[in-house]
C-alpha cells in the first residue's frame, strides 16, 4: 500500500499540479486502490473528483465514471485533456463513427477515464462492452440522484444497483455534495453499497457569504445586489419558466449579459447558453433547477435566488455552484409569503404518499427556519446536515447585521383574531386594510368597520404588518390556502399565542444597512498588479478560444493570482504554482512566462 501512496502522491503532483491531498481524499484514494467500496460526501469544491481520478491513473484499467449531465461531459474529458489524461465520453452527442472510435479505444486498453450517462450505461450492449474489458472502477457522480427522497431524483439512477451485480469485484465509490441522514440511507440500499465505507468532511463552505432577505421589489433588490458583481459569472434562479425568460430580458435591457436556460427552451438554444456561460467571461444565466448540476465553471462568484428552493438540501446544493475556486463568492436569495404559500400548494397538490408528504413538509419547513433564523445562518445549515460550527461564522447576513427581535405576542394576536373575524375568507391586503382601519369598498361591502379588530393596528406601517403575517405563516400559526385566492386561515399551533398561553418573538424589519464587510483581499486585484492581470486572463481566453475548452481548463483563477504573487521566471519556478502539472507546465510556461516578463518590462519603462 507505501507503494500505492506514493504512486498517488507522485500523480497528484505530476500530473494535477499540487502537492499534498486535502482532507479525506488519501484515505478515499487508498481505499478504491484496495478494493474497498466508498460512499462520499464533500462539499462542491472539496475536491471530489480526485478521489476516483487519481486511483484511476494508479490502478491497471480503466474507471468508468457515471455522470447525470451529458452535455458537460466534453469539459470534464477537455480539462483531463490538458493534463495528459486519456479520457473520453460515451453518449448520444458523438457521431456512430466516435462512438465506434471510443469503444474501440475502450476495448484496446487505451483509456483511463470514461465519462458515461446512466441510461447508457444500462444498455445491454454497453454492459457487454464493460464486461470485455478491464474495469478499474466505478465512480457513481451526483449520487443522491438515487434518493426518491432527495431534491434532484433521477429514474435512471435506480437502477445502478446493476453494477454490483454484474461486476461485483470491482470497487465502486458514490459521491454528492448534499445528503441528509435520510438519503444517505436510501443511497446506500439502492446501491448495495451496506459494506462501503462511509466518509464525511465537513459541509461548510466558509468562502460562500449567505444572505437571505424579505421581498421588497425584488428587481431592484436583485439590481443593487448584481451592482457588486460588475463582469462576473453568475446564476439567477427562479421557480419558473416564464420568470426565467423574463429576468433575462430585463437584465439584458439593464446592461447585463444575461441567457435564460430552462427545459421548454430549444436543445440548441440551451446548449449555446449554457457554452457561452462555461468560456465567456461575465455571463449571467437565468435559470430553473434544469441548470446546474455538475457545473464544473470554478469562477461563478454569485448564486442569486429569486424565488425559495424547496429545501435547505437544494438551497445547499444550488448555492454551492459559487465559488468552487475557493475565492470569495456570495450567495444570495429573496423570499416572501407568496413563495411559501405556492411552495406549500405544490405540496398539498402533490399525487406523492402522504409519508412523501410529511417528508417534504418538513423540508420546507427547515428551509422557512433558515430564513427568518435570528442566529448565524451557516451553524443553521451545518446543523442540518449533522455537520457543526462551535462559533458564528462571521460571513452571513445575521453575523454582518445581527438582526433585532421584538415581543410581539400582542400584536400577533390582533392578526390572529382579525383573521377570524373575518372568517378565514380574505387575503393579507384585506386583513392589514381592517387592522389599520382603512375605508375600502371591500371593507363597506362586508361591514368588517363593524368588527373590534378594525383600525386596531396603527402603530405598525403596512410592511410590517406583511413582515408579522410572513413570519406567523412561517412559524406556522397562519397558513394560506390558495385555491381560496390566498385566504389566511388559522392553523391548530395558534391557539396558546391566542390565547396568551405563548411568548413570541419576532425578526424586526429594520431599514437595510450596508452590510459590515469581512477581509476579502483575496478577491481584490491590486491595482499595481491589474495590468499583468488582465494580460493572463487575455492569454488564456485566447489559447482557451483556439482549442475550443473553456478558460478554466486552461488554468483556474487561483493559478492566475500566483503568477501575480510570484512572477515566476523559468519552469523550475512555473512548476511550482499550484495546479501546475507536467503537461501544462509543458505546454504554457513560456507562453505565460513572457507575458509576465513582458509587463514587467513596460512596468520598468514607465
Known amino acids: 500500500m507505501i507503494g ?104 484496446s486498453a487505451e483509456l483511463d477515464l470514461l465519462y458515461i450517462a446512466p441510461e447508457r450505461l444500462l444498455q445491454p450492449r454497453t454492459l457487454e462492452l464493460l464486461h470485455q474489458c478491464h474495469i478499474a472502477l466505478f465512480a457513481i457522480d451526483e449520487a443522491h440522484c438515487v434518493s426518491q427522497w432527495g431534491h434532484d431524483f433521477r429514474q435512471d439512477y435506480l437502477e445502478l444497483s446493476t453494477l454490483h451485480q454484474q461486476f461485483p469485484s470491482v470497487p465502486r465509490i458514490a459521491l454528492t455534495a448534499t445528503a441528509d441522514e435520510r438519503t444517505r440511507g436510501e443511497i446506500i440500499q439502492r446501491l448495495n453499497l451496506s459494506s462501503a465505507r462511509l466518509f464525511i468532511s465537513g459541509f461548510d463552505r466558509p468562502n460562500i457569504r449567505y444572505s437571505i432577505t424579505p421581498k421588497d421589489n425584488a428587481k431592484r433588490q436583485l439590481l443593487t445586489f448584481l451592482e457588486g458583481h460588475r463582469d462576473e459569472a453568475g446564476i439567477i434562479y427562479c421557480m419558473s419558466r416564464k420568470k426565467v425568460e423574463s429576468t433575462a430580458a430585463w437584465l439584458t435591457d439593464k446592461g447585463w449579459t444575461a441567457l435564460p436556460y430552462h427545459a421548454g427552451l430549444p436543445i440548441a438554444q440551451r446548449e449555446e447558453n449554457q457554452r457561452r456561460f462555461l468560456r465567456e467571461d461575465g455571463v449571467v444565466i437565468c435559470a430553473t433547477i434544469a441548470f446546474g448540476m455538475g457545473i464544473d465553471k470554478p469562477d461563478v462568484r454569485f448564486v442569486a435566488h429569486l424565488d425559495l428552493p424547496k429545501s435547505i438540501e437544494a438551497y445547499y446544493q444550488e448555492t454551492g455552484r459559487a465559488g468552487r475556486d475557493g475565492l470569495p463568492a456570495e450567495a444570495w436569495m429573496v423570499f416572501g409569503l407568496q413563495d411559501v404559500a405556492r411552495l406549500q400548494q405544490m405540496q398539498a397538490n402533490s399525487q406523492a404518499s402522504e409519508q412523501h408528504k410529511r417528508v417534504e413538509q418538513t423540508k420546507l419547513n427547515a428551509l422557512l427556519g433558515l430564513c427568518e433564523i435570528t442566529t448565524c445562518r451557516r451553524q443553521a445549515m451545518l446543523r442540518y446536515f449533522g455537520d457543526k460550527q462551535e462559533e458564528p461564522c462571521g460571513n452571513c447576513d445575521v453575523c454582518l447585521i445581527p438582526p433585532q427581535t421584538w415581543q410581539a405576542s400582542e400584536t400577533a394576536q390582533k392578526v390572529l383574531s382579525c383573521v377570524y373575524r373575518t372568517g378565514q375568507r380574505f387575503g393579507v391586503n384585506h386583513v392589514i386594510d381592517v387592522l389599520l382601519g382603512n375605508d375600502t369598498e371591500k371593507i363597506a361591502r362586508f361591514s368588517h368597520d363593524k368588527l373590534s379588530t378594525y383600525g386596531i393596528g396603527g402603530e405598525l406601517t403596512v410592511q410590517q404588518w406583511r413582515s408579522v403575517i410572513r413570519q406567523l405563516v412561517v412559524r406556522g400559526f397562519l397558513r394560506v390556502d390558495m385555491d381560496a385566492f390566498g385566504a389566511l386561515q388559522l392553523t391548530q399551533s395558534c391557539r396558546p399565542v391566542l390565547r396568551g398561553e405563548q411568548e413570541l418573538f419576532l425578526r424586526q424589519e429594520l ?96
Request: with cysteine; hydrophobic share 40%; proline share 4%.
Open 4 to 107: 500505492m501512496t506514493n504512486s498517488a502522491l507522485s500523480i497528484l503532483k505530476n500530473t494535477f499540479g499540487y502537492d499534498q491531498f486535502r482532507d479525506q481524499q488519501q484515505a478515499i484514494i487508498e481505499a478504491l486502490i484496495a478494493g474497498e467500496d466508498a460512499l462520499v460526501l464533500m462539499p462542491t469544491g472539496g475536491g471530489k473528483s480526485l478521489c476516483y481520478q487519481v486511483p484511476a491513473l494508479v490502478s491497471e484499467g480503466v474507471a468508468v465514471v457515471v455522470s447525470p449531465l451529458i452535455a458537460l461531459m466534453q469539459d470534464q474529458v477537455s480539462t483531463l485533456h490538458q493534463l495528459g489524461v486519456r479520457a473520453a465520453f460515451l453518449n448520444s452527442a458523438l457521431s456512430s463513427q466516435q462512438q465506434y472510435a471510443v469503444e474501440n479505444s475502450l476495448r
Open 511 to 606: 431599514p437595510k444597512q450596508k452590510a459590515k464587510t469581512r477581509d476579502n483581499k483575496k478577491a481584490i486585484i491590486d491595482p499595481d498588479d491589474q495590468a499583468l492581470w488582465t494580460a493572463l486572463r487575455a492569454c488564456r481566453k485566447q489559447l482557451a478560444e483556439e482549442q475550443g475548452v473553456p478558460p478554466y481548463v486552461i488554468f483556474h483563477d487561483a493559478t492566475l493570482r500566483e503568477m501575480l504573487k510570484v512572477h515566476p521566471r523559468n519552469h523550475q519556478q512555473f512548476a511550482l504554482l499550484s495546479g501546475v502539472g507536467e503537461s501544462k507546465l509543458g505546454k504554457y510556461a513560456d507562453t505565460f512566462i513572457a507575458v509576465i516578463e513582458e509587463c514587467d518590462a513596460l512596468e520598468a519603462d514607465q
